[in-house]
């Protein structure tokens, strides 16, 4: 954990919404159960509590700019998320918006892309928030966020991906990392990658410092290491899989998410209505502990507060 404690942070919402309704065994189906909601909370609680940041921010897939599409969706040559069992979640968001307004009264800032996915924002604020950040995610493509500012926690392993555990986590140093997954392509987002390519015969390839789309220097591997139709898989696959690429392939993208920081600037926690809608919803274990709730919630709060006196303090 970074310093103790983190400033920022960064929740994949879907991600964990997906996470719930699996370990339920498919059994939170009826559309006004609380279940998927307190499981929810439940974890964001446990989050905040282990990490207890000065600001949460919970991402969604749900586009500002609906309906809409983006370039990965796009690609011919890739059915990008293509194959996923729709049916067999097809309830996993039934209660997405009661989540969503329920957390908003516990200061949480609910953000959104514009056309992209929560991917991409949530790699936007780890490289943009002021402050160090913590990503909870099982997502492996969050993985090329980790930083001196940034880890990732795997909330299934319960542990934190560093710099310093980052080779041993993947199998690969941090700035091999994309080109890895360029090469060995991702199954749960139907991207190939180069046939009869994993970790060992990779770490075989030999890599240079440059830039394969006109951006920051990266490290690739070199042309000549791979064939002309090997290398088409690998590009493809880059640009599919880096989101830096993602956030940045449009040019009202990242204006979307700094217009929506900057609308958090004036939103507040409610507490007595996140109570009054735990009562609606007969989430009787969240009322009856309401006061440890508002705590886990309020650490941003109490620690301005600390500030505040100890500035006092220190001019008297």
Known sequence: MINGGANNLIIDGNNLLYRIFWTSNYKIEENNSPGQIFLFLRSLKSYADKFQPNHIYCTWDKKLEWPSTNFRKEATAVKYKAGRDDDKFKNVFENAEKIQELISDLGVHNIYPLRMEADDLMAWLSFNLEGSNVVVTTDKDLLQTV????????????????????????????????????????????????PRYGTKRFLKLEHHLSSLNDGDPIVSVKRDALT???????????????????????????PAYREQLESFEESKANYSKFLEKAKELNLWSIVRNYTSWRKSFDNNENLINTINKAIQNAST
């Open 147 to 194: 930083s001196e500012k940034t880890t990732v926690y795997s909330p299934i392993k319960k542990k934190e991906v560093t710099l310093n555990n980052f080779e041993e986590h993947t199998g690969v140093k941090k700035e091999y990392y994309i080109s890895f997954r360029a090469v060995t392509g991702d199954k749960s987002d139907n991207i190939p990658g180069i």
């Open 228 to 254: 002309e139709e090997q290398h088409e898989i690998y590009k493809r696959n880059w640009e599919l899989m880096d989101l830096k690429i993602g956030y940045n392939y449009y040019d009202d993208e990242v």
